[in-house]
Nanobody
Framework: VQLQASGGGLVQAGGSLRLSCAAS????????MGWFRQAPGKEREFVAG????????YFADSVKGRFTISRDNAKNTVYLQMNSLKPEDTAVYYC???????????????????WGQGTQVTVSS
């Protein structure tokens, strides 16, 4: 499986970005997926996750109400819509796939076997 994350960039505080994670090599429709981020000098942290059905989502408290996650299984793609961005959202964002079928949303990065290359999000104040 290869995951290709895109959509990052430089945005002013209060702005929006939409990240995309396109998968190839395997259909992701039966797998939970997540977004993580890592800021300089910090550990990678969970941001958002979506179940294989797309009916369940989960967000870190720091992004709840500002970010949404969705998936288009026909396009083998997961999205992270980020609104009301803050400087503290600045990080490299990674998408990840849980190789277990019909899995629930995992918050621990170690539960995800496949990772995208990351896309930089920079929010200026």
């Amino acid at each position: 499986v290869q995951l290709q994350a895109s959509g990052g960039g430089l945005v002013q505080a209060g702005g929006s970005l939409r990240l995309s994670c396109a998968a190839s090599g395997r259909t992701v429709s039966l797998h939970a997926m997540g977004w993580f981020r890592q800021a300089p000098g910090k550990e990678r942290e969970f941001v958002a996750g979506i179940s294989w059905t797309g009916r369940s989502t989960y967000f870190a408290d720091s992004v709840k109400g500002r970010f949404t996650i969705s998936r288009d299984n026909a396009k083998n793609t997961v999205y992270l819509q980020m609104n009301s961005l803050k400087p503290e959202d600045t990080a490299v964002y990674y998408c990840a796939l849980d190789s277990g079928r019909w899995s629930t949303i995992q918050l621990d990065a170690h539960e995800y076997e496949y990772w995208g290359q990351g896309t930089q999000v920079t929010v200026s104040s």
